[in-house]
């Protein structure tokens, strides 16, 4: 069998295992086979018909594999593991291998007028904008579960139109088996917002910067950051700065070289706390935390121990996914310690946000 990878992408790693640290999923087993050099061996087998697709040492490295791309900034030879990773799936996640959770979601954000009447009704930004100006990603994931960031996100820039028949950006269908279909998708959402796209989710920002140019799209702390924004206000806990931490959006991160812009906002309106291992993946990584909850639980928690440690008020996320994923965390260990996502944060700095004391205190 072949043709199933990019020949050339696919030849560029040269086995130096560089990418063995930077792997969450190496780091939890020590196994080869669950490290980015394992898994491009599997992918060459795939490739010369040494191995089936039906194999299940492939099948199972395929779905373990979180898509963080953390071996990508550490890869000498250049390696596009992300997009390797796409090519896999898609070959190896058709039909009944794909997991159904996956394919039920994946027809959910397919239908516009869907997310529109869901966002409507979950009470996401409006507003039309500047003519010819930059929009707002509403998302998909968003728009539904956190409506309150795109009204955070709006309130401090309110030049950003925010149309509600935008639909999904297909970053969902890339990492599920159907990139095709997700090149698609990101094609409608340039087509519909024909100019700079602002998105407060990492995984969009890189998906979209992947198929609509990388001038196209913009994360919203990037935004801001290239606008010379500076924030205002503060947020304060028990008549002191909140202590505030940050976790990496690993798209965010890996794929588009954002990192400094959070933490410069971050540190503008509280005392930022850099957590250990913040730039490592939390395990929510789009649909894995649903997929494969155990494996989630298990990336996420000495992430949890950090933040516990740090004795933060808040850890700040720059995508949906990962929001959900702290925030499911921190309530399993009864933590007093909020999940916000950056856009809320600057927010809560404008109005000068006041708590008198933290939660649990006496």
């Not at 869907?114 to 003519?131: D, I, S, Y």
Request: proline share 4%; aromatic share 4%; with cysteine.
């Amino acid at each position: 069998m072949s043709g199933v990878f990019d020949a050339e992408k696919l030849g560029r790693c040269i086995s130096c295992g560089f990418c063995l640290p930077a792997c969450p999923t190496y780091a939890l087993t020590g196994d080869e086979a669950a490290s980015p050099r394992g898994r491009i061996t599997l992918m060459r087998a795939l490739e010369e018909g040494r191995l089936d697709v039906t194999d299940p040492a492939s099948l199972e490295q395929s779905s373990f594999c979180l898509g963080c791309r953390a071996c990508e900034p550490v890869c000498p030879a250049g390696v596009e593991y992300g997009t390797l990773l796409e090519q896999w799936r898609d070959h190896q996640w058709q039909g009944a291998a794909r997991p159904v959770l996956a394919r039920w979601l994946m027809a959910l954000v397919s239908r516009a007028w869907l997310l529109r009447l869901q966002g409507l009704v979950r009470g996401h930004a409006r507003g039309k904008g500047e003519p010819r100006g930059a929009a707002l990603l509403l998302g998909c994931v968003e728009r539904g579960l956190y409506p309150e960031v795109s009204r955070a996100a709006r309130e401090l820039r309110g030049e950003l139109a925010a149309p509600s028949g935008q639909g999904c950006c297909g970053a969902l269908h890339a990492h599920n088996g159907d990139s095709r279909t997700g090149g698609a998708m990101a094609a409608l959402v340039g087509a519909r917002l024909p100019g700079v796209i602002v998105t407060t989710a990492g995984g969009c920002a890189a998906h979209l910067a992947a198929h609509l140019g990388r001038e196209r799209v913009k994360e919203f702390s990037e935004y801001l950051a290239e606008h010379e924004v500076v924030p205002s206000g503060e947020v304060r806990v028990a008549g002191r700065r909140a202590r505030v931490a940050l976790q990496d959006s690993c798209h965010l991160r890996n794929a588009l070289g954002v990192f400094a812009e959070p933490r410069a906002l971050i540190g503008a309106v509280a005392d930022y706390v850099e957590l250990p291992g913040a730039a490592g993946c939390c395990g929510a990584a789009g649909t894995y935390s649903l997929l494969r909850k155990r494996d989630s639980m298990r990336v996420l928690a000495p992430k949890l121990d950090a933040i516990a440690e740090a004795e933060v008020d808040f850890v700040v996320a720059v995508n949906p996914g990962c929001l959900r994923q702290l925030r499911q965390g921190l309530k399993s260990r009864g933590s007093t310690v909020r999940a916000i996502h950056l856009a809320e944060l600057l927010a809560m700095a404008q109005r000068d946000w006041t708590l008198s004391k933290r939660k649990g205190d006496a």
